[in-house]
Nanobody, 125 residues
Framework: VQLQASGGGLVQAGDSMRLSCAAS????????MAWFRQVSGKEREFVGT????????FYADFAKDRSYISKDNAKNMMFLEMANLKPEDTAVYYC???????????????????WGQGTQVTVSS
């Protein structure tokens, strides 16, 4: 599975953003597709995920009230919309894919084997 994230840039605090992730490389139905983010010098942080086949979503606590993950199966695209952006949302955002294996908490950010290159989002105050 190959992934490519796009849509980052410089935004103002309070604005919204929409990131895209293009996926290719085979049958995605066994996969959950997720967004993570990473601030330089800090650990990568799970944002949320969507099951490719069913569209079920799970979000990290910080994201669930202002984020929405969607997908377009026909175009093999996944999206992250986040509202009311804050300077602390500044990070490199990555999309990832992982098979929903038994015993793996993919819905909490575990088990993602395929990663895109990341897109920088900078939120200015």
């Amino acid at each position: 599975v190959q992934l490519q994230a796009s849509g980052g840039g410089l935004v103002q605090a309070g604005d919204s953003m929409r990131l895209s992730c293009a996926a290719s490389g085979g049958n995605l139905n066994p996969y959950a597709m997720a967004w993570f983010r990473q601030v330089s010098g800090k650990e990568r942080e799970f944002v949320g995920t969507v099951t490719w086949s069913g569209g079920t979503t799970f979000y990290a606590d910080f994201a669930k009230d202002r984020s929405y993950i969607s997908k377009d199966n026909a175009k093999n695209m996944m999206f992250l919309e986040m509202a009311n952006l804050k300077p602390e949302d500044t990070a490199v955002y990555y999309c990832a894919a992982g098979q929903m294996r038994f015993g793996i908490k993919w819905y909490q950010g575990e088990g993602y084997d395929y990663w895109g290159q990341g897109t920088q989002v900078t939120v200015s105050s």
